[in-house]
């Protein structure tokens, strides 16, 4: 409120201003137009010069009226706001003198502005004049100390405030708030009712406490007591009153040798002594009661030590453990016979012992040659899948080297007989590169080589996929494949769930005469069974498990011979495992079978830009002029993937190495479209490290197309993550010409 005044009268302020500025420009005006008369202007010019100063002098006139409007309503407003003030302060001291609490009001220097009635009473109820307005809190804390107005103060980390005992007798709680423009508030709230009671609880809760002790104590099985600094008894339970009471006297508040006769009374003093010394002591002593009965009791004497470290007493306790001796008696005599009668059993049963440990010796050296067996059995087992997973990156080198020179002279014209010839090589290299991939594909799952890398994804491309490569080898034998395609979201390895489903279909074609086969899924709650379905001779019953062994094949009389090795079903129980995918299969003889495998439903992520790695599968032919890079430790894939390249028309340099290239051109300015490299190269060298030793010479770093017989999930994300392509040897040209086109658009 005093705020909205003092803006009322600033404003007042420069609205006489105004005025004023007003009144000496009206003042001006008028003097120039009369001076400017005695220069007998034109007629017409003094008379339009004195319509202009007509009309300013009308406008400053209206102006000056409107601000003296504005004045006088300001005047009302700061009348109204004045009397408003006054009412709000009334109304705020009448509530300030209701407040049933003493209050004070500081400033924000902390000097006294305005206290109640409450407040001034305590002063005058000890005789002490009320401090004056403009006194320092200080000031009123020591005067209310020195007066004696404040008898006790006490303060605690947890309470609101500070609590002070008065001259009157009564308590009363300060409480302090800090205002808006840093002042100081304090209430002096009368406790003494609330004081009062919590004494009165407290004193309540003391007897309640001491008469639970009591129960307590008296119920315990033990005797327990309570003994001053003067060796008198301050305390003991109903056990100790009746087993120490003489003709059903007490003994509290006797001393000990008065509890005790004599004698056991110097047989206690030097565990009493030691107690008062500061140490806990605990003995037994056997003693007779008052009936006369011997007993054996054991005793805790426990000080009693105050804030200086002096001993006070000490309390006792005295439990009756002669029921415990007994029984450790008879243990004793009962441990005794048995000793006696282990003993005698010992010497009877040594013999036995003898015979054992020779029947014992005998089971240790056929376990022995067992565990070698065994153990030879594993090493035989670990070099074979050793020697299998070792060897597959040199039986490919040759077995890629042969495609890639297939390929070739595939691109080439030499008549119809020697095309024929050509595809019949390529075929036989097809079928010693399933051969091939079988056994290595095996010797990786025994070795764990191969490690799943599961994730969520949509079967439609998949099921697309493989259903588009075997619908032609179906047509091929004279089946027909049909296919339900799905958009299901599955939860699996990609790649291994598509050798399972591969091998399902191999399996089908070569094993139906005639018929169709079917491709398609079904849901099962939060799973789905993807299924193939074949009209062949079908499997005996007791054949079923047995299809899964490895190199077991169950033909049918009469239906020709195959090629395969057996491993096809092995290889799917062995992924299937390692994925947590169940398999299943059923089969009527003449009928055909169906063999399925069960795989969770997933989530699709959020989409993300498609891999570096996806592959276009649209072939273009335009090939001409591609420069490429190929690196390889191998001569003869050199030359075979020149030959390939080169016949669609690439320009092609190869090496051996990254000298073997720097030494054929300039490695930092020579313009390329792909490096192609192995990933094993001679000397413990690898394509990872040649390439980002290339494309750090250059500029701009070149795509690149790494090629490896490593099929494991590690190097796979490792070659994913630098941003590279990757494809699996033994190459296959159409999926390499897909890569150069792919590389040539981007």
Same mark, same amino acid.
């Given at each position: 409120m005093l705020c909205d005044e003092t803006s009322k009268d600033k404003r007042i302020a420069e609205l006489e201003v105004e005025n004023q500025r007003l009144r000496r420009i009206r003042d001006a005006l008028i003097v120039r137009v009369e001076s400017g008369s005695a220069h007998k202007p034109e007629p017409y010019a003094a008379f339009e010069h004195s319509v202009i100063l007509a009309e300013q002098v009308r406008e400053r006139t209206e102006a000056l009226n409107q601000a003296m409007e504005e004045l006088k309503a300001s005047n009302k407003a700061l009348i109204r706001a004045r009397q408003e003030a006054e009412t709000s302060r009334q109304r705020l001291n009448d509530a300030i003198e209701s407040i049933a609490d003493g209050f004070v009001l500081f400033d924000r220097n902390h000097r006294l502005i305005q206290t109640n009635s409450r407040f001034r009473s305590y002063w005058r109820h000890a005789s002490v004049p009320v401090p004056r307005a403009g006194t320092s809190i200080d000031d009123v804390k020591a005067l209310a100390v020195s007066s004696g107005l404040i008898v006790e103060e006490h303060s605690h980390e947890e309470a609101e405030g500070a609590v002070f005992l008065l001259s009157n007798g009564r308590w009363v709680q300060m409480t302090e708030r800090s205002t808006r423009e840093g002042g100081l508030v304090v209430l002096y709230s009368d406790i003494t009712d609330v004081k009062n009671s919590e004494m009165?609880?407290?004193?309540?809760?003391?007897?309640? %406490?001491?008469?639970?002790?009591?129960?307590?104590?008296?119920?315990?099985?033990?005797?327990?007591?309570?003994?001053?600094?003067?060796?008198? +008894?301050?305390?003991?339970?109903?056990?100790?009153?009746?087993?120490? *009471?003489?003709?059903?006297? %007490?003994?509290?508040?006797?001393?000990?040798?008065?509890?005790?006769?004599?004698?056991?009374?110097?047989?206690?003093?030097?565990?009493?002594?030691?107690?008062?010394?500061?140490? %806990? +002591?605990?003995?037994?002593?056997?003693?007779?009661?008052?009936?006369?009965?011997?007993?054996?009791?054991?005793?805790?004497?426990?000080?009693?030590?105050?804030?200086?470290?002096?001993?006070?007493?000490?309390?006792?306790?005295?439990?009756?453990?002669?029921?415990?001796?007994?029984?450790?008696?008879?243990?004793?005599?009962?441990?005794? $016979?048995?000793?006696?009668?282990?003993?005698?059993?010992? =010497?009877?049963?040594?013999?036995?012992?003898?015979?054992?440990?020779?029947?014992?010796?005998?089971?240790?050296?056929?376990?022995?040659?067992?565990?070698? =067996?065994?153990?030879? =059995?594993?090493?035989?087992?670990?070099?074979?899948?050793?020697?299998? =997973?070792?060897?597959?990156?040199?039986?490919?080198?040759?077995? $890629?080297?042969?495609?890639?020179?297939?390929?070739?002279?595939?691109?080439?014209?030499? *008549?119809?007989?020697?095309?024929?010839?050509?595809?019949?090589? %390529?075929?036989?290299?097809?079928?010693?590169?399933?051969?091939?991939?079988?056994?290595?594909?095996?010797?990786?799952?025994?070795?764990?080589? #191969?490690?799943?890398?599961?994730?969520?994804?949509?079967?439609?491309?998949?099921?697309?996929? #493989?259903?588009?490569?075997?619908?032609?080898?179906?047509?091929?034998?004279?089946?027909?494949?049909?296919?339900?395609?799905?958009?299901?979201?599955?939860?699996?390895?990609?790649?291994?769930?598509?050798?399972?489903?591969?091998?399902?279909?191999?399996?089908?074609?070569?094993?139906?005469?005639?018929?169709? #086969?079917l491709l398609g899924c079904r849901r099962q709650g939060d799973h789905i069974l993807l299924q193939v379905w074949d009209t062949g001779p079908g499997i005996p019953e007791d054949k079923l498990t047995e299809i899964f062994q490895e190199f077991k094949r169950i033909r049918p009389s009469g239906s020709p011979t195959d090629k395969g090795l057996g491993l096809g079903l092995a290889i799917v129980d062995k992924i299937s495992r390692m994925l947590g995918h169940e398999v299943f299969v059923s089969s009527l003889e003449g009928k055909g079978s169906v063999f399925s495998v069960r795989v969770p439903l997933g989530h699709l992520k959020p989409e993300t830009p498609l891999a570096r790695d996806s592959l276009c599968a649209e072939v273009d032919r335009n090939l001409s002029g591609v420069r490429v890079w190929v690196i390889d430790n191998d001569q003869a894939i050199c030359k075979g993937m020149k030959t390939l390249l080169e016949g669609w028309d690439c320009r092609v340099v190869t090496a051996v190495s990254v000298a073997d290239l720097d030494a054929r051109l300039d490695i930092a300015e020579a313009p390329v479209d792909l490096i192609l490299a192995d990933y094993h190269l001679d000397n413990d060298e690898n394509g990872v490290d040649a390439v980002a030793e290339i494309n750090g010479r250059r500029s701009q770093p070149a795509p690149v197309l790494m090629i490896t017989a490593n099929y494991t999930s590690e190097l796979k994300q490792h070659i994913r993550e630098l941003g590279y392509l990757l494809m699996n040897k033994p190459v296959k040209p159409l999926k390499l010409r897909s890569v150069l086109n792919h590389v040539v658009r981007d």
């Open positions: 009165a609880r407290r004193i309540k809760a003391l007897e309640e %406490s001491e008469r639970w002790i009591r129960v307590v104590t008296d119920h315990v099985p033990a005797l327990i007591a309570y003994v001053g600094a003067d060796l008198t +008894v301050q305390f003991c339970n109903r056990v100790y009153q009746a087993w120490y *009471g003489h003709q059903g006297e %007490s003994p509290l508040g006797k001393r000990l040798d008065e509890v005790h006769t004599p004698e056991f009374y110097q047989r206690l003093l030097p565990q009493v002594l030691e107690v008062m010394d500061g140490h %806990s +002591v605990t003995f037994e002593f056997d003693e007779k009661g008052g009936r006369g009965e011997q007993r054996y009791m054991l005793r805790s004497y426990v000080p009693n030590v105050d804030e200086t470290g002096a001993v006070t007493g000490f309390f006792v306790l005295i439990r009756d453990i002669t029921d415990r001796r007994k029984t450790a008696l008879a243990l004793e005599q009962a441990y005794d $016979n048995l000793e006696r009668r282990v003993r005698e059993r010992t =010497a009877a049963l040594t013999g036995l012992n003898d015979q054992l440990r020779q029947e014992i010796a005998e089971r240790a050296a056929v376990e022995a040659r067992l565990r070698e =067996a065994k153990l030879e =059995a594993e090493k035989a087992n670990l070099s074979k899948t050793k020697f299998l =997973a070792a060897v597959s990156h040199d039986l490919l080198q040759p077995l $890629n080297a042969a495609r890639l020179f297939t390929s070739a002279l595939q691109e080439q014209s030499f *008549g119809p007989k020697a095309e024929s010839l050509v595809r019949s090589v %390529s075929v036989s290299l097809d079928d010693v590169e399933n051969l091939l991939g079988t056994l290595v594909d095996i010797s990786k799952l025994d070795a764990g080589v #191969i490690k799943p890398d599961v994730m969520a994804f949509d079967l439609r491309d998949l099921l697309n996929n #493989i259903a588009r490569e075997f619908r032609q080898m179906a047509l091929a034998e004279g089946l027909r494949l049909d296919f339900v395609p799905s958009s299901a979201v599955v939860h699996s390895d990609p790649q291994l769930l598509a050798r399972i489903l591969r091998n399902f279909l191999t399996n089908a074609i070569r094993y139906t005469g005639q018929g169709r #086969i």
